[in-house]
Structure formats: C-alpha cells, structure tokens
C-alpha cells in the first residue's frame, strides 16, 4: 500500500468519512481510499497532529502513551449502561473497535474539543465516561476549557441520561 497524500478535504457523516483526493470524494474504509482501483493508505504512521482525522474520527492526543481517537459529534442520550453498549457496538468508517472513554480520555476529547478554546466539535452538555470507583460513576462538562479538567460523579448512573464520544486507542 502506498500513501495518499493529495487530500484537500475532509468530509463527515454519522456514520462515514470521506476526504476529497484530486476534487473527488472518497470513502475511508480501514484508513484506506480507493484511487482509480488502487487502495492507498491515508495515514501511514498514525496521528501526529491533534485534530488530525485519522481512523475514523480525530486525534485528539495521548493518555498515558496511548493515541485517541474520538468519533465526530452526533446526538445521542443514553444511561451510563447503554453508553457502554452504544460505543461498543459502534461502526464509523469500518472501524468497529470504539468504546466508552475513561475519565481521562474524556479529558483529552474536551481540551481538543471544547467550544470555548478548542475546536467546537463537541457542544457544551454531560459526557459519560467509563471511569467507576465506587461508589461513583465519573463525567463531564464540556462548555470550556476550565471545565475539561473538573469530573462530576454520580453513584447510581441508571438514573441520569447524558450524551457519549466513542473513542478509539490506537
């Protein structure tokens, strides 16, 4: 497979990526595009820069040596419970390896993400993560950059509806 470096755009749906190669867009399939039969890698080395659309969401950045990937924005509402599931059972692009950030991957997601200082890819609402120490289940905030450091516990999840981000480490 050879890199594909003639990409001038990047376009998102709820449940695909496209990238514009040559004025033609084309579906990322597995970090992939089709060129005229041809599958050619679009990242060869995996995500450098944050924000970076890479398997099937963006870099986001790193926690604890692991590389993020979170999924685009799409409206959804969920316990803590079904979060779990929706992400798990999440397919973006071909990818099917997403699940429930942890609080720190959360983190990560806000800081990029926030409509305050970030890019504005994630409105300002409640965010499950994964994170449990009992008795609490841990979320949080993304209205600015202040808040994607504060996490919020509940301790019975069942009880509360928020919104999730499916990520992936790579």
């Known amino acids: 497979m050879t890199t594909h470096s003639n990409v001038s755009g990047v376009w998102k749906t709820n449940t695909n990526i496209y990238v ?11 970090g992939y ?11 060869s080395s995996g995500p450098s820069v944050i924000g970076e659309v890479y ?15 979170a999924a685009p924005y799409f409206q959804n509402s969920a316990t803590r ?13 071909g990818y099917s390896d ?3 950030p942890t609080i720190w991957e959360l983190e990560a997601v806000c800081v990029w993400g926030n ?4 890019s504005g890819e994630y ?6 993560s994964s994170t449990f120490q009992s008795p609490n289940y841990f979320y949080k905030r993304f ?17 509360y509806t928020m919104s999730y981000i499916p990520i992936r480490r790579v």
């Open 115 to 118: 409509t305050d200082t970030g």
């Open 20 to 30: 514009n190669v040559s004025g033609v867009w084309k579906e990322v399939v597995n």
């Open 81 to 93: 419970s079904q979060a779990i599931t929706a992400c798990e059972s999440y397919v973006l692009s």
């Open 33 to 43: 595009v089709n060129v005229s039969g041809v599958w050619k890698e679009v990242h």
């Open 143 to 159: 209205p600015s950059m202040s808040w994607c450091t504060n996490s919020f516990a509940v301790t019975d999840p069942v009880m």
């Open 123 to 128: 409105p300002g609402i409640w965010y499950w």
């Open 55 to 69: 398997g099937g969401g963006y870099y986001v950045g790193e926690v604890y040596g692991q590389k993020i990937i």
């Open 98 to 100: 997403w699940v429930l």
